[in-house]
């Protein structure tokens, strides 16, 4: 499966942005989705996941109550609804996909997007 992620850009904190994450290639519906996030100088971290048919989700704790992450499978695609957006944020965002259960772990996903920047100013 191929993953296109957009959406990203410069937002003044408290701001939203919402990301999307088209995808082609085999059953999207099929895939857990996930994104994740990268800023500088740091490891890449778990940000949200969600199921294959959108029943469960999953967010780190650090953007609990201000992300929503949501799909539509007839449209392969996945989003991340970004609100109250905070400098800490910054960083380049991507989505994966992983062909079996729910997981945190970068490393057991299958397949990557190439990444969006979301930069928060103060």
């Known amino acids: 499966v191929q993953l296109q992620a957009s959406g990203g850009g410069l937002v003044q904190a408290g701001g939203s942005l919402r990301l999307s994450c088209a995808a082609s290639?085999?059953?999207?519906?099929?895939?857990?989705m996930g994104w994740f996030r990268q800023a500088p100088g740091k490891e890449r971290e778990f940000v949200a996941a969600?199921?294959?048919?959108?029943?469960?989700?999953y967010y780190a704790e650090f953007v609990k109550g201000r992300f929503t992450i949501s799909r539509d499978n007839a449209k392969n695609t996945v989003y991340l609804q970004m609100n109250s957006l905070k400098p800490e944020d910054t960083a380049v965002y991507y989505c994966?996909?992983?062909?079996?259960?729910?997981?945190?772990?970068?490393?057991?996903?299958?397949?990557w997007g190439q990444g969006t920047l979301v930069t928060v100013s103060s």
């Open positions: 994966a996909a992983r062909s079996r259960g729910y997981s945190y772990n970068s490393e057991e996903y299958d397949y």
């Open positions: 290639g085999r059953t999207f519906s099929s895939y857990v």
């Open positions: 969600i199921s294959w048919s959108g029943g469960r989700t």
